[in-house]
């Protein structure tokens, strides 16, 4: 238990379907981020938000649509993605402090998503 | 262009035996480094890191050692065991204005053999 949840932990959607990730941390941290892990590729990542507000967004296509109500919670909305999306997606949360080093994130056990 | 790099895919090392995963960066901007292990349908989890201005830091059987000058970093395991077995990623950290950038290599998925 990392005490990152995220659901679904598998995923088969269309082309023309929308679905949405959520994650959600028990940590207490302040920060949350989306991540994309395709095959031979570095984990890449997508969104980052400090206090429920955005501050990164990695050039990611608009068919990928964060969304963070509080702290604990964060979403990923997606709608009309192509296969090439196909990709573990990771949600991470850390405790970030300006400036500061500590930046070890704690993530979930990702979404295997699979777009048909 | 990758910023962080592991050239190594795979490693495999016997019981009882040290495990050294290599990674090298380009970045001299980079001044805090940390290690992930990832089991399989798991999410990476924190190993250990160290910052810029140390060159070793050691956590019970894990020991990451630190070469600024050549712009590399390596993971000690000894001894290795059979529940080591998993992809080791490295990653590297860089302040971007008010945040902090995380850089991540491609992972090197080492094997225990009992």
């Known amino acids: 238990e990392t005490g990152v949840t995220q659901t679904p932990r598998h995923l088969v959607m269309g082309m023309t379907n929308k679905k949405s990730l959520k994650c959600e941390q028990h940590?207490?941290?302040?920060?949350m981020y989306w991540y994309k892990q395709s095959a031979k590729k570095p984990l890449e990542l997508m969104f980052v938000?400090?206090?429920?507000?955005?501050?990164e967004n990695n050039s990611v296509p608009s068919r990928f649509s964060p969304e963070c109500p509080n702290s604990s919670h964060l979403f990923l909305h997606l709608h009309t993605l192509q296969p090439e999306d196909s990709a573990l997606y990771l949600c991470a949360s850390s405790q970030a402090i300006p400036g500061q080093q500590n930046t070890e994130a704690f993530f979930g056990q990702g979404t295997r998503l699979t777009v048909v | 262009d990758q910023q962080v790099k592991q050239n190594s895919p795979s490693l495999s090392v016997q019981e009882g035996r040290i495990s050294i995963l290599n990674c090298d960066y380009t970045?001299?901007?980079?001044?805090?480094f940390l290690w992930y292990k990832k089991y399989p349908a798991e999410g990476p989890t924190f190993l250990i890191s160290?910052?810029?201005i140390k060159d070793k830091n050691e956590d019970g059987r894990f020991t990451v050692f630190l070469n600024k000058s050549a712009k590399h970093l390596s993971l000690h395991i000894v001894p290795s065991q059979p529940g080591d077995s998993a992809v080791y990623f490295c990653a590297a950290s860089a302040r971007a204005g008010n945040n902090r950038k995380l850089i991540w290599g491609l992972g090197t998925s080492l094997a225990v053999n009992p």
């Open positions: 970045n001299s901007m980079f001044d805090y």
């Open positions: 160290i910052s810029s």
């Open positions: 940590l207490g941290h302040n920060a």
């Open positions: 938000y400090n206090f429920k507000e955005q501050t």
